[in-house]
């Protein structure tokens, strides 16, 4: 099994920035895809971003490009996700997940983190 924890989370003004961090244990974490999901109220749930097993391969929603950066510390045990400029319309729970395969923008992830709330103020 696999357990991940994020933090990072909270309220920042509209242009600020914030690093969310996920925590994981169990298994072989340099095995495992990593994403990063937000969940606004009333909205679908929607992949931000993804890093691959060695970090070689990334994915960023469109709506985040050049503003939020994906990596992983596999020695740590470790993902992260660096949001600048951030704006109100990227306030969401942000959740981080894995997955054992090669497909980053999926939403088949088989594990899952609580959830950690961003809000963007204008």
């Known amino acids: 099994q696999v357990q991940l924890v994020e933090s990072g989370g909270g309220s920042v003004q509209a242009g600020g920035s914030l690093r969310l961090s996920c925590v994981t244990s169990?298994?072989?974490?340099?095995?495992?895809?990593m994403g990063w999901f937000r969940q606004a109220p009333g909205k679908e749930r929607e992949i931000v971003a993804a890093i691959s097993w060695r970090g070689g391969r990334t994915y960023y929603h469109d709506s985040v490009k050049g503003r939020f950066t994906v990596s992983r510390d596999n020695a740590k045990n470790t993902v992260y996700l660096q949001m600048n400029s951030l704006n109100p319309g990227d306030t969401a729970v942000y959740s981080c997940a894995a997955r054992g395969g090669s497909i980053l923008a999926t939403h088949r992830y088989d594990y899952w983190g609580q959830g950690t709330q961003v809000t963007v103020s204008s």
């Open positions: 169990g298994r072989t974490f340099s095995n495992y895809a």
